[in-house]
C-alpha cells in the first residue's frame, strides 16, 4: 500500500479541497458547527458516485433519498456553516466555534480539535507516520488513526461480545449466520460502518464510512513496531467518504447520526406488543389446523398476543420456500383462517423472500425478463438457497420492484396480511462476476449487496404505504445498511438456544441501539437448537419482555415450537413476564415516539444515561429502559440473587424496585432477591411511569388504557 502525500490545497468558505499527486482530491467539507464530512474523489470518479443512506433531516426540506440514491457530493441538503481559515508556519487550520481540523501535508493527516468552554481537546488524530493508504493490486483504501488504550469504542451494528470493541477486528459484511456463536461470532447481518468511540478525556466522538463495500475495522488487534498504537479500517474497493461528529455525550453524537441518515419510522402502536410466530406451526401438513388451533390456546391460556408473524412455510412444498405462493394443502383457506387471528386482536406479518427457486412458478419469465441478479453476460447469477438452487430479484432494476409490490399487495396484503417481514436479503452471492442493474448503469454486486436489502425493505415499506396509510405502515429486516431503520424494525437473527445466546444477546441488542437501529430485539427462547429448559425459557423471556422487539420465534427439531405454554411448571410466570410488557405499554409507546422524534435509543447501555459514572463502563447483564427504569435480567442457571450495579445520581437521590417499593442507594453494587419468578427492574428517583390495565373480563391489549401513574 502506498501513503498520500498532499501537495496543493484550496481554502472556500465551507472547507477546502487537498491536492493528491495524480490520485486525485481529498475534499473537506463542515456539515455543522460538529460534523465534518472527508472524501476522497478519485481522478477517474467515484467507485460508489450515490449513496442510499444519507437522508438528512436537518436539510431545509427533509426527504428520504432517491430510489437511484443521491448523488455523494450533493451539499443541497446541509445548511454548511462558515469555515474560518488559518495558515501558520506550513500548517492549514479549518474551524467553525466548535470543531476545528489540522491538515499536515507529509504524509496527508488531519488532526480534530473540539473547542468548547475555552477549551482545547484533540479529540480524533491520523496516525503521524502514514494514515491514507491505497492498494493498486486489490482496490482497497485504509484510514489508520492514532489510538488510546484508554479509549473505548462502540458501534458496527450487530455485533456479538463485550460492549467495548477494543481490542478486536471486526468486518461489515452481511451473512446468513444461522446458530452464530453469540460472543465472538462475526460477521452477522447486518452493514454498518459507524464507529462510537469515548476519549480518554471523556468526550465523545462518531465516524460514519459512507460505502456499501465490505469493511474490516481493527481496535487494536494489529500493532506494527514502527508506529505507535492505532486502529484502522480498510474498505474493500469502495471509496473513502467519511463523517465526523462529535459531542459531550453519547447522546449527542447518536442524535446527529440519526439526523444524518433519516431518523426513525414510527410504527403502529400495535407492533409493540408481544409477538409469536413458529416456523414449525407453519410448516407442519396440517398446518391451518395447527394456527387455528393455536389461536384457540391463546384464549384458554389467557394470553396477550398482538400480532402472529407467520414463517414461510404457507409457501412451502417440502424444504423448499416458494415466495408469494400458497401451499393450499396446507392453507386450504388462508383468507378464513386469517380472519380468525383478526377477529381474536392479533395482527398478522407474513415472511418474504427475495431468492426464486428454479422450479418457482415465476422463474422462467424472470429470466426471460432479466429480473434477477446476473453476471457480466448477462446471465442469471443461480446458486444455493433453501435446499434448492436459485437466484435473486434485483431491487436496482424497476421492473423487479414493481412485480414484487404488485405480489406483495395480491399474494400478502390481499390475503389479509398487514405487514410484510423481509427474510433471508444478505444477498450472500459468491460468483465474482455478479452486478447488480444500477437502473441501466451496471454496479459490481461487492458494491451493491447490502444495497438490495434496503432497497427490498422499501419496497416492501412503500407498496404497504399505498395500500394502507403511512401510519399503519409496518416491515422487519433481517439484513441491510444504515438506511433501514427509516422503515423498519430489525433483530439478532437466527440465535441458539443457550445461556449464552441468552447473555450476550442482550450486549448486540445494545450494540446495534448505540449504533443508530432502536427498534431491535431477539428471538425469545432461542430461533435454532434444542428447545430450552423451563428455567431458561423463563428467564428469557424475562430477559426480553422489555426489549423494544418481542418475538417469541423458533425452528426446532422435529417441527417442535417455542411456545409460551409448552412448560407447565413455569407457565403462569412466562405470561406474568408478557403481562408486564403491556403494563408498562404506556411507557414503552412513549420511547418509541422520542426514538422517532428526538433520536433516543429505547434500550441502552447505563453509561448512555450515566456517562460520568466509570462503573457503568463496567461489561455488564443490566441495561436502561428509557431515562427511568433500569432493567437487571438473571442470564445465569440456578441464580436466585443478581448483584446490580445502581448508577449514582444526583443530589442524593436512590433507586427504588419497582415491584415492592424498596429504596436503594444510588451509585452502589446491591445483592438483590431474583426468584425465579421476578425479572429485577428498578426505577430511578423522580421516575413517573403510567401503567395500564385491560378492561375487566379481557386480557392486555396494547391499546390498553393507562390506569394509574406509578410514582417514585
Known amino acids: 500500500m502506498t501513503p498520500w502525500t498532499a501537495e496543493q490545497w484550496a481554502p472556500h468558505a465551507q472547507g477546502a479541497d487537498v491536492q493528491l499527486s495524480s490520485r486525485g482530491n481529498l475534499r473537506l467539507r463542515f456539515l455543522s458547527d460538529r460534523m465534518a464530512r472527508v472524501t476522497f474523489q478519485p481522478k477517474d470518479g467515484y467507485r460508489e458516485p450515490n449513496t442510499w443512506s444519507i437522508a438528512p433531516l436537518s436539510a431545509p426540506t427533509p426527504n428520504d433519498a432517491p430510489w437511484q440514491g443521491r448523488h455523494r457530493d450533493d451539499l443541497s441538503c446541509f445548511a454548511t456553516p462558515a469555515v474560518a481559515h488559518q495558515h501558520s508556519q506550513g500548517l492549514q487550520t479549518l474551524s467553525t466555534p466548535c470543531l476545528q481540523v489540522e491538515l499536515h501535508t507529509h504524509p496527508l493527516r488531519l488532526v480534530w480539535h473540539w473547542q468548547q468552554d475555552g477549551q482545547d481537546e484533540v479529540v480524533l488524530s491520523d496516525r503521524s507516520t502514514s494514515a491514507y493508504l491505497s ?67 471523556g468526550k465523545w466522538l462518531g465516524l460514519y464510512y459512507d460505502t456499501l463495500a465490505s469493511c474490516t475495522f481493527d481496535f487494536g488487534c494489529e500493532h506494527d513496531n514502527y508506529h505507535d498504537f492505532y486502529r484502522y479500517v480498510d474498505i474493500d474497493d469502495g471509496d473513502l467518504d467519511y463523517y465526523v461528529m462529535v459531542g459531550n455525550t453519547p447522546a449527542e453524537v447518536i442524535q446527529q447520526f440519526m439526523t444524518l441518515i433519516g431518523g426513525t419510522h414510527l410504527p403502529p402502536r400495535w407492533t409493540v406488543g408481544y409477538a409469536q410466530t413458529a416456523m414449525g406451526l407453519a410448516d407442519s401438513p396440517d398446518a391451518q389446523n395447527q394456527l387455528s388451533n393455536f389461536i384457540d390456546l391463546t384464549q384458554q391460556h389467557k394470553l396477550p398476543v398482538s400480532a402472529f408473524h407467520y414463517g414461510s412455510g404457507y409457501s412451502s412444498r417440502g424444504k423448499r420456500r416458494y415466495v408469494f405462493t400458497w401451499n393450499h394443502d396446507k392453507f386450504p383457506d388462508p383468507k378464513s383462517l386469517n380472519q380468525k387471528f383478526h377477529a381474536h386482536g392479533m395482527h398478522l406479518v407474513a415472511n418474504i423472500k427475495p431468492c426464486l427457486l428454479d422450479d418457482h412458478p415465476a422463474f422462467e419469465g424472470h429470466i426471460k425478463d432479466g429480473l434477477f441478479i446476473q453476471d457480466n453476460a448477462q446471465q442469471a447469477v443461480v446458486e444455493p438457497y433453501w435446499d434448492g438452487q436459485g437466484a435473486h430479484l434485483d431491487f436496482t432494476n424497476p421492473k423487479a420492484v414493481q412485480w ?161 405454554w409448552m412448560h407447565p411448571e413455569v407457565k403462569d410466570d412466562v405470561i406474568r413476564a408478557i403481562e408486564l410488557r403491556y403494563t408498562l405499554m404506556p411507557y414503552l409507546w412513549s420511547l418509541f415516539e422520542r426514538a422517532s422524534s428526538h433520536h433516543e435509543p429505547i434500550i441502552r447501555p447505563t453509561f448512555y444515561d450515566f456517562p460520568d459514572d466509570a462503573q457503568c463502563f463496567e461489561d455488564s447483564d443490566d441495561f436502561m429502559l428509557g431515562s427511568w427504569l433500569l ?80 410514582k417514585f
Open 404 to 564: 414484487w409490490q404488485d405480489q406483495l399487495k395480491a399474494q400478502i396484503l390481499d390475503m389479509g396480511f398487514d405487514a410484510g417481514w423481509n427474510d433471508n436479503n444478505e444477498y450472500a452471492i459468491l460468483n465474482e462476476d455478479a452486478q447488480s442493474n444500477g437502473w441501466g448503469q451496471a454496479m459490481a454486486m461487492h458494491r451493491s449487496r447490502p444495497l438490495h436489502a434496503l432497497l427490498m425493505t422499501r419496497a416492501t415499506f412503500e407498496a404497504q404505504e399505498q395500500a394502507l396509510g403511512r401510519d399503519q405502515v409496518f416491515t422487519v429486516t433481517r439484513a441491510g445498511p444504515p438506511g433501514i431503520q427509516r422503515y423498519a424494525q430489525t433483530w439478532s437473527g437466527d440465535n441458539t438456544t443457550s445461556w449464552r445466546s441468552l447473555k450476550w444477546n442482550i450486549r448486540t441488542g445494545l450494540q446495534m441501539s448505540l449504533s443508530g437501529m432502536f427498534n431491535v430485539g431477539h428471538d425469545v427462547g432461542g430461533f435454532y437448537g434444542p428447545l430450552p429448559d423451563p428455567e431458561l425459557f423463563l428467564r428469557w423471556v424475562q430477559a426480553s419482555c422489555l426489549n423494544p422487539r418481542m418475538v417469541m420465534n423458533s425452528w426446532k427439531p422435529g417441527n417442535a415450537s417455542n411456545l409460551p
Open 135 to 201: 492498494d493498486k493490486r486489490t482496490g482497497a483504501l485504509r484510514h489508520y488513526i492514532q489510538r488510546d488504550d484508554a479509549e473505548k469504542f462502540y458501534g458496527l451494528g450487530d455485533k456479538t461480545g463485550p460492549l467495548n470493541l477494543i481490542g478486536r477486528r471486526l468486518r461489515t459484511l452481511a451473512m446468513d449466520s444461522l446458530g452464530y456463536d453469540p460472543e465472538h461470532g462475526d460477521p452477522l447481518y447486518k452493514h454498518w460502518p459507524f464507529v462510537l468511540s469515548r476519549t480518554p478525556n
Open 631 to 710: 432493567v437487571a435480567p438473571v442470564v445465569h442457571p440456578g441464580q436466585t440473587t443478581r448483584e446490580v450495579y445502581l448508577p449514582q445520581l444526583a443530589q442524593g437521590a436512590c433507586w427504588f424496585d419497582f415491584e415492592t417499593g424498596e429504596r436503594f442507594t444510588a451509585g452502589q453494587t446491591h445483592t438483590v432477591p431474583a426468584p425465579l419468578n421476578k425479572l429485577p427492574l428498578f426505577a430511578r428517583q423522580g421516575a413517573r411511569i403510567a401503567c395500564a390495565a385491560p378492561q375487566a373480563g379481557r386480557v392486555a391489549r396494547f391499546d390498553d388504557p393507562v390506569q394509574t401513574t406509578r
